[in-house]
């Protein structure tokens, strides 16, 4: 397998995450978001969009990292992501949709340089923009993990699930974007048990290959 992405991406470094919790080996390809590299013709033969991440894997090419996180647990499921309780699929589920429906896409690198190219934002009007729907979800997802005092510690259960996959890189993109984080104690214990796992740790932006200091 090939993971075509950015060690920024919030996407691409949720990806990184599932695949090392599966424990499967892929070959990292960097594709330079800031030079634009995306957008060239070489890369949007494998995702039109012009986005990261892109799953190869063989003649198969995969793009969009929920579809992407899906197609893992099925094809491997063993560690799975996802409960067995129908309930608590739900549940997790609805977590990471916090995150991929409701936070990132308005923290999206794109929105962002519109706001600073069509809307004349400058960096501390662009970092508010970003803070207030962080903070908009992050304290649901706060309620809502307060109000689950059967977890271990994760986002839900003992083990490590789609919504913590999820959830930790939102966290990193929160401190980039100067959000308080001491607001969150029930976030800050999951992160504190992910980080614990080399999975997560070793997804970090900062332990890519292509990572340069922002």
Known sequence: MQLYNF??????????????????????????????????????????????????DDDLILT?????????????PTPALLPADANARARVRALAAIVGCDIHPLNNRRVLIYLRQEFGCDETRVNAWCRRWIDEGFQAT???????RARGGFCYGSQPSLADVYLIPQIASARRFGVDLSLYPEILQAEQHCLALPAFADAAPNRQPDYKAQ
């Open 142 to 148: 706060e309620r809502l993990l307060s109000q689950d």
């Open 7 to 56: 060690f920024a991406s919030g996407t691409s470094h949720r990806l990184r995450i599932a695949l090392n919790l599966k424990g499967l080996d892929y070959d990292y390809v960097a594709v330079d978001l800031r030079s634009e590299e995306h957008l060239g013709a070489a890369f949007k033969e494998l995702n039109p969009q012009g986005l990261v991440p892109a799953l190869v």
């Open 64 to 76: 969009q990292s929920p579809a992407i996180i899906e197609w893992l647990e099925e094809r491997y």
